[in-house]
Nanobody, 119 residues
Framework: VDLVESGGGLVQAGESLRLACTSS????????MGWYRQAPGKQREFVAR???????NYADSVRGRFTISRDNAKNTAYLQMNSLKPEDTATYYC??????????????WGQGTQVTVSS
């Protein structure tokens, strides 16, 4: 599965951005799809995801500000980021998981898109 992200950029604190992640295969073939981020000098951390059961999860640091959604027809996941803070500055990575009896659990990553929030 190839994942291609877009939508990063430079914004001021309080502004919004929307990231998009398009999968090369149907979203319905994935068990979960979501976003992680990594700031300089820090470990990659979970941001948000949705599962095949349509459950959504958010990190405490973004809950209430970020919203993950999906467009099944476009095989695309979105991350709407509102009220951005300087601490949201990071490279954001799209992530997808597929589990099957034959291949087991496989994890896929996008190339990353930079989000920079100035104060």
């Amino acid at each position: 599965v190839d994942l291609v992200e877009s939508g990063g950029g430079l914004v001021q604190a309080g502004e919004s951005l929307r990231l998009a992640c398009t999968s090369s295969e149907s979203i319905f073939s994935l068990n979960a799809m979501g976003w992680y981020r990594q700031a300089p000098g820090k470990q990659r951390e979970f941001v948000a995801r949705f599962t095949a059961a349509r459950v959504t999860n958010y990190a405490d640091s973004v809950r209430g500000r970020f919203t993950i959604s999906r467009d099944n027809a476009k095989n695309t996941a979105y991350l709407q980021m509102n009220s951005l803070k300087p601490e949201d500055t990071a490279t954001y990575y799209c992530n997808a998981i597929r589990s099957s009896v034959l291949q087991g659990r496989r994890e896929f990553w996008g190339q990353g898109t930079q989000v920079t929030v100035s104060s």
